[in-house]
């Protein structure tokens, strides 16, 4: 069956960074757009970034854009997530998606598959 798992995720102070990792089994990886969504409690899960099946195009949320950068290794089926500058707004649980439905690819009907999410914690 498809899983997406995320790794990479822990504590971090204010101003560091960290790589979050997806790896990707049990689907054809190479056709899918790629993205990365975060929740928080309480809050709706909101799109954070995507990149498209060859990696050609990518899409940043305003909140992260010029800090975090997405990437993809078809080769091993994974896509990361540079995430640098981290503020501690960026806290959340973070979910690894994979799709390319019809649809806005920067919202949650476009993916069909979701990983279990890796936490992300910025401290001030």
């Known amino acids: 069956q498809v899983q997406l798992v995320e790794s990479g995720g822990g504590l971090v102070q204010a101003g560091g960074s960290l790589r979050l990792s997806c790896a990707a089994s049990?689907?054809?990886?190479?056709?899918?757009?790629m993205a990365w969504f975060r929740q928080t409690p309480g809050k709706e899960r909101e799109f954070v970034s995507a990149?498209?099946?060859?990696?050609?195009?990518?899409y940043y949320a305003d909140s992260v854009k010029g800090r975090f950068t997405i990437s993809r290794d078809n080769a091993k089926n994974t896509v990361y997530l540079q995430m640098n500058s981290l503020k501690p707004e960026d806290t959340a649980a973070y979910f690894c998606?994979?799709?390319?439905?019809?649809?806005?690819?920067?919202?949650?009907?476009?993916?069909?598959?979701w990983g279990q999410g890796t936490q992300v914690t910025v401290s001030s």
């Open positions: 998606a994979a799709g390319g439905g019809p649809g806005d690819i920067m919202g949650q009907r476009a993916y069909f598959y």
């Open positions: 049990g689907l054809h990886f190479s056709i899918y757009t």
């Open positions: 990149i498209t099946w060859s990696g050609g195009n990518t």
